[in-house]
């Protein structure tokens, strides 16, 4: 298990930005692979972007393509998710969750974060 922290959610308006943290304590931070995730109210969990351990492997969900970026510094033991032009339909609870690779069932990863609530509304 590895502990995990998001933090940066909030209220943003329609076009606006945010970014997101998923911090770790653990000491094996860089043997993880991180995904971010998101859940409406009344909605299935839904992956939106995760990173291999070193970073050399990204992928987004096509809602997210060219608006969210996805990066991480090991030294930090930190991911980042950059939303930008941010939509209503973002809004939802995001979680990090990590696991040895990013899988495409959010089900199989193992240590997941509290969750933070983002809220694009004018």
């Known amino acids: 298990q590895l502990p995990l922290v998001e933090s940066g959610g909030g209220l943003v308006q329609p076009g606006g930005s945010l970014r997101l943290s998923c911090a770790s304590s653990?000491?094996?931070?860089?043997?993880?692979?991180i995904g971010w995730f998101r859940q409406a109210p009344g909605k299935e969990r839904e992956g939106v972007a995760c990173?291999?351990?070193?970073?050399?492997?990204?992928n987004y969900a096509d809602s997210v393509k060219g608006r969210f970026t996805i990066s991480r510094d090991n030294a930090k033991s930190t991911v980042y998710l950059q939303m930008n032009s941010l939509k209503p339909e973002d809004t939802a609870v995001y979680y990090c969750?990590?696991?040895?690779?990013?899988?495409?069932?959010?089900?199989?990863?193992?240590?997941w974060g509290q969750g933070t609530q983002v809220t694009v509304s004018s």
């Open positions: 969750a990590g696991d040895y690779t990013c899988y495409k069932d959010y089900k199989l990863f193992g240590s």
């Open positions: 990173i291999s351990s070193r970073g050399g492997s990204i």
């Open positions: 653990g000491g094996t931070f860089d043997y993880y692979a």
